[in-house]
């Protein structure tokens, strides 16, 4: 065995091993990397590859956003429930009460609840992913990965919030009598389309975030303002007419009125929620295009 390793050239074995050559073992390192990990060049937005091939990540980073947001909290996911229900209950003494905006015949806490079940959902999803990659910049400075991952995370963390919200929401339509049809199927059709509108807006925001730090401050303004432009205390039914094509712009308004059609066995607006569809896809790809072509200077910038 020893007349076999001596007979060994120095150009059969690595340098390296050589010097830790073992009777039993030879082992030859290669020149070159075996595998190059590095930022994709295709022209497409959205490389569903990516969070296929990511997935792991993706499910480790929501895991750690859910920890993170009742981490040393002494109500914990109830928080999910109380921001939700005391706007309700505001909402319902200012507006339904003293103000008495109509609420298409149905209870107004529980219209006005079934419009802050998905809003609350969407704004907390859009603000936490547009601060998200500014939360995560040891993580991007140090290692390549898909960076869409990072607010995708963020929004997807939103959804556990969504179902425990969703359960007091089971309780109200129990308590006003409002009993479950065939229209509940699209809740989850709905669902899927607003999380596809918050990874939007929140892939835009945060990419923008990272070159100017006034998105973290004019953010939440905005959502406030947005608020008030999308069918939550009112209806859309009380816009004229006239004017309702102005009000389906927004995004959400096709989906929060098809969220009610949903609860309260009411037509579905299917024109609405085929603007609505439009609109939020044309909004993931522009934020996906933007966001791709920001990403090279994270790094540098973050």
């Known amino acids: 065995m020893r007349e076999q390793v001596k007979s060994l050239s120095t150009s059969d074995v690595n340098p390296v091993v050589e010097e830790h050559l073992s009777p039993r073992r030879v082992i030859s390192l290669p020149e070159k990397p075996i595998v190059v990990i590095e930022p994709s060049r295709k022209w497409v937005a959205l490389n569903l590859r990516d969070f296929w091939n990511y997935r792991d990540l993706l499910y480790i980073l929501t895991q750690r956003d859910i920890k993170v947001r009742y981490k040393q909290t002494v109500l914990g996911a109830a928080w999910a429930i109380i921001q939700p229900l005391f706007t309700m209950l505001i909402f319902t003494v200012f507006f339904g009460k003293l103000a008495n905006i109509p609420s298409d015949g149905i209870p107004y806490p529980i219209f006005a609840y079934a ?18 990659l500014i939360g995560s910049s040891n993580l991007i400075t140090k290692v390549y990965f898909p960076r869409m991952i990072i607010p995708t995370a963020s929004v997807t963390a939103g959804l556990v919030d969504f179902a425990i919200a969703f359960s007091l929401l089971i309780v109200l339509m129990f308590y006003y009598g409002v009993g479950f049809s065939w229209n509940m199927l699209m809740v989850p059709v709905l669902l899927i389309l607003t999380t596809l509108l918050a990874v939007g807006v929140g892939m835009w925001m945060s990419a923008l975030n990272v070159k100017y730090r006034d998105i973290r401050y004019a953010l ?5 303002l947005l608020m ?4 939550i205390i009112y209806p859309s039914s009380l816009m004229p007419e006239k004017w309702r094509w102005l009000l389906q712009i927004n995004p959400l308004v096709g989906q929060i009125e098809g969220y009610r059609s949903a609860f309260f ?34 790094a540098d910038v973050i």
């Open 228 to 231: 008030f432009a999308t069918p």
């Open 115 to 132: 419009g802050l079940l998905p809003w609350t959902f969407f704004s907390n999803a859009v603000t936490n992913s547009g601060n998200s």
């Open 220 to 224: 939440p303004f905005v959502i406030q």
């Open 265 to 298: 066995n009411r037509p579905f607006d299917w024109t609405g929620l085929g603007i609505s569809a439009l609109v939020t896809f044309a909004i993931l790809i522009y934020a996906a295009y933007n966001f791709r072509r920001m990403e090279k200077s994270f």
